[in-house]
């Protein structure tokens, strides 16, 4: 069964996508070199929670799913979807789906929108504590996230029903950033070109299938119920901020 599992998982270019990940259980994962070798590197180690590699019963060195320092016992990252995070310098999401449930209420010549307050703290992290900038992307104009993107200080925003490539490409000749270095974060058919695009591709939980399909990671939660900040969180531990982050806000 654990030989089955391991040629599975080395098919699938993207390992952490697909499914709930709170499905996809502790399978294992084949070794790196310097796991085998056990020369990895200690930084590496502390990042990864890294353990001595295991043998299958058909005599593949295999190692249990390394989780971040500092995430749940349950949630682990392959050592690609680590390398993808370390290069992100511009966090890219669309609105509705994402940093909202996809809720919209209409009436009285108003709209508004339910945001999620540490959806926003994150992204405040990510600017200020780690360098990388912001910028959400829709297809749908609206004031309430105008109000919201100002209120976040968001570098970047744009809304038009035109093609979301177009306008990241132009963001992306502004601050030269290549796409490899840009997460997207996207739901709905909209956000497929993009996520495509994405040196590393995000979908919340309830995204439709064909955008869980490219991402490279699916989040635990929902769309609206905190899924950026566990992109953001990602990006956090990932380039070496959590840590310290968690030291600055206990003291």
């Known amino acids: 069964l654990v030989f089955r599992r391991v040629l599975s998982r080395s098919r699938d270019p993207h390992p952490d996508r697909g499914a709930h990940p709170m499905a996809r259980g502790p399978d294992p994962t084949p070794c790196l070199e310097s796991e085998r070798a056990g020369d990895a590197d200690p930084a590496e180690r502390a990042l990864t929670g890294w353990r001595d590699s295991q043998r299958s019963p058909a005599g593949i060195p295999v190692c249990p799913a390394r989780p971040i320092a500092g995430s749940s016992p349950r949630m682990s990252f392959s050592e690609d979807l680590i390398a993808r995070a370390r290069r992100v310098r511009l966090f890219i999401c669309d609105v509705d789906g994402v940093l909202t449930d996809a809720t919209v209420i209409m009436g009285g010549g108003a709209e508004t929108k339910v945001f999620h307050i ?90 439709i299938e064909e955008a869980r399909r490219i991402a490279h990671w699916v989040t635990h939660k ?27 806000f206990a003291s």
């Open 118 to 207: 540490r959806d926003g703290l994150g992204l405040r992290l990510l600017q200020t504590e780690a360098s990388i900038r912001v910028g959400w992307v829709s297809a749908r104009p609206s004031e309430a996230t105008i109000q919201r993107a100002q209120d976040l200080k968001v570098d970047f925003l744009h809304q038009s029903s035109g093609p979301k490539v177009a306008a990241i490409e132009g963001w992306l000749q502004e601050t030269r950033i290549d796409w490899s270095e840009v997460l997207y974060m996207g739901d709905d058919w909209v956000d497929l070109a993009a996520l495509k695009r994405a040196g590393l591709a995000i979908a919340p939980a309830d995204a």
């Open 222 to 248: 929902p769309g609206g119920h905190g899924a950026v900040r566990e992109a953001v969180d990602l990006l956090l531990k990932a380039q070496g901020h959590w840590d310290r982050l968690v030291e600055k």
